[in-house]
């Protein structure tokens, strides 16, 4: 079966400081997708990055960045210089090409103080 | 642009009435669409996957008698909540893969909240 685990429900960074994310996930499939997404209060599922698992080399959006180690089967999210508007449950999912199900973690409720 | 939206964002029924939610995607045409179901403070979880012109996927535990959904054309997608109970009360929210074979490139509704009294 195909899990995704966020081991950290709850995260806070100062402004302007560097956090990660972690997440691990499982799947018996080599082709897959891994996402993070962000969701605001808004409740609006927001994508901030994504990773092909065919690809070694690591993702990057601005200031987001990840940290894919494939045969750990970890995908951590790092955000620098951290902004007020980056607050939000932060999900990591995992989309497999066989069953084209995308699962997500539990979350991670990320809080930025000013 | 990817915007997929959704009608209504919130909506208060009675208990054994039912409830349709719709969910648009306004500028690009989406074989598949999908539906999630979020409790408060919890995660997404997958209630169904539609492709246009054919039946939904129902994963396990979702009941599809009470869970109707229509895919009748690239743009629009359909969930009834029939014979609603306060149980069923959640966020539910769709979202639409972009391409053929793009499944893993979907955009996601605002959601509605669903409150049955």
């Known amino acids: 079966a195909q899990t995704v685990t966020q081991s950290q429900p709850e995260m806070s960074v100062q402004e302007a400081e560097t956090v990660t994310l972690s997440c691990t996930y499982d799947t018996s499939e080599s082709d897959y997708y891994l996402f993070w997404y962000k969701q605001p209060p808004s409740r609006q599922m927001i994508l901030v990055i994504r990773?092909?698992?065919?690809?070694?080399q690591n993702a990057t959006e601005n200031r987001f960045s990840v940290n894919f180690q494939k045969a750990a089967k970890s995908f951590s999210l790092k955000i620098s210089d951290s902004q007020l508007g980056d607050a939000a449950m932060y999900f990591c999912?995992?989309?497999?090409?066989?069953?084209?199900?995308?699962?997500f973690g539990k979350g991670t409720k990320l809080t930025v103080n000013p | 642009g990817a915007v997929v939206s959704q009608h209504p964002s919130r909506v208060i029924c009675k208990s054994g009435t039912s409830v349709k939610i719709e969910c648009r995607s306004l500028d690009f045409q989406a074989t598949t669409m999908f539906w999630y179901r979020q409790f408060p403070k919890k995660s997404l979880m997958l209630m169904a996957t539609s492709n246009e012109g054919s039946k939904a996927t129902y994963e396990q535990g979702v009941e599809k008698d009470k869970f109707l959904i229509n895919h009748a054309s690239l743009t629009l997608s359909t969930l009834t909540v029939t014979s609603a109970h306060p149980e069923d009360s959640s966020f539910y929210i769709c979202?639409?893969?972009?391409?053929?074979?793009?499944?893993?490139?979907?955009?996601f509704g605002p959601g509605t909240r669903l409150t049955v009294t």
């Open positions: 999912a995992c989309f497999q090409g066989g069953s084209e199900k995308l699962v």
């Open positions: 979202s639409a893969a972009k391409g053929q074979g793009a499944a893993y490139e979907q955009y």
């Open positions: 990773q092909e698992a065919y690809k070694q």
